[in-house]
């Protein structure tokens, strides 16, 4: 069954949350959380509880994907992912070429577990590289080598049906020519699909404090960050790698199914600590959010038989706003008849007339998309097409 013909448009997939890591990188504001001792026996049965409860709801459906995120999924043993895998397969229908990514620091210790994930059912894994450097791996909090990482990638290449690999690019005292050498570097093992985020600092990490101290220094102004972005299209795309949404690369084929249902604005449950969802139940689409402190979620769901702590109806209006913001990352773009479906009314044709003059987007019968340049200014596209 294709995509688009599920009964929620963008299809129906399953996140899961492991909160747990070695260390906090100062660059992240994720839910992760640094803890002696992890009772993983514990976190088996509950998340097994939240599959069945969720299943109550949502049995029966196609399951596209799972993703296991974190913090640190490669922190599981082998055989909790195994558990959960065999625990959704009985109760949802599993599409054909459903895939199953876990997330993975590329330490020689994680790394040693790879066979064993591949055995419980996983068949993509997302190895966070974020720098092919010592020096800004040890900048960055990371605990594994440039040597460790690509030792890594090659493992995973070998084990696994589908490998993508994150960078973090726009890095502190970072050049123009220092960022394609390495990017050319991670290109010549010929990953299938990879993920390039620009440092961004966000509040409440370490580095945001830093940066408020006038501490992080070296960070590169705007233009040289703009460079580099398109350069990174611009030699993804002598790779092979098409630029499917505006910080992930793939082959064809091999783009992120399980991202797709989100930026497609399909359905997807979030299991574990600080996950959210979308779903939508007899016609009516919900937000759904859970405990963010580890010890809440995992006594919520012992003592309540949940660890939800909200539910939010969407009204239509929040809905079409989700869909672009979502759907114009991608380079296919969005489906204006949707948008006009959700909001009620069409995009401001006064504003879509002028960013197409500009040069920013493209309209193609029923589809609306951006240009490269338009993939520079999105965050202001965003801003303006949606304060109608």
């Known amino acids: 069954m294709k995509q ?15 909160p747990f890591c070695k260390a906090k990188c100062p660059y992240c504001d994720f839910n992760s959380h640094v803890r002696a001792r992890i009772d993983q026996a514990d976190w088996q049965a509950a998340y ?13 459906r196609i399951l596209r994907s799972v993703f296991f995120g974190g913090g640190t999924p490669s922190l599981m043993e082998p055989s909790v992912v195994g558990a959960i895998l065999d625990r959704i397969s009985r109760h949802w229908r599993l599409s054909n070429d459903m895939e199953v990514t876990l997330e993975a620091n590329p330490t020689s210790v994680e790394a040693g577990r790879f066979a064993g994930y591949c055995s419980a059912g996983v ?22 080598s440039a040597a460790e990482g690509l030792v890594a990638l090659d493992l995973a290449q070998s084990i696994f049906d589908r490998t993508s690999c994150d960078l973090i690019y726009a890095r502190q005292d970072q050049s ?10 991670l290109l010549s093992r010929r990953p299938d699909h990879i993920s390039l985020y620009q440092l961004t600092v966000e509040d409440g990490t370490a580095f945001a404090q830093l940066y408020d101290a006038g501490k992080l220094r070296g960070l590169p102004d705007e233009d040289l960050a703009a460079d580099m972005y398109e350069v990174t299209a611009e030699l993804c795309a002598e790779a092979g790698l098409k630029a499917y949404e505006v910080s992930n690369y793939a082959i064809e084929g091999a783009e992120s199914r399980h991202n797709l249902v989100y930026w497609r604005m399909g359905d997807y449950l979030g299991i574990g600590p600080g996950a959210h969802g979308r779903l ?18 995992l006594e919520s769901v012992r003592q309540k038989g949940h660890g939800e702590v909200s539910r939010e109806t969407l009204d239509p209006r929040a809905q079409a706003i989700e869909y672009l913001m979502m759907c114009l990352r991608l380079s296919e773009g969005l489906s204006l008849s949707r948008y006009t479906r959700l ?29 490269n340049s338009g993939r520079l200014l999105l965050n202001r596209l965003l801003l303006e097409l949606s304060d109608d």
Do not use: C, I
């Open 4 to 18: 688009s013909d599920d009964p929620v448009e963008g299809g129906f997939a399953l996140y899961l949350h492991w």
């Open 176 to 185: 123009f020519d220092a960022w394609t050498k390495e990017l050319r570097a």
């Open 48 to 60: 097994l509880q939240e599959l069945d409860r969720a299943a109550e709801e949502t049995g029966g």
């Open 343 to 371: 909001n009620g009314a069409p995009l401001n044709g006064q504003k879509l007339a002028q960013f197409r003059e500009d040069g920013l987007v493209l309209v193609e019968g029923d589809r609306l998309r951006t240009t």
């Open 280 to 297: 939508t139940l007899d016609g009516t689409r919900y937000a759904t959010n859970t405990h963010r402190m580890p010890e809440f979620w």
């Open 123 to 144: 068949n993509r894994v997302s190895l966070g590289l974020q720098a092919l450097n010592d020096t800004d791996l040890r900048r960055l909090g990371r605990q594994h």
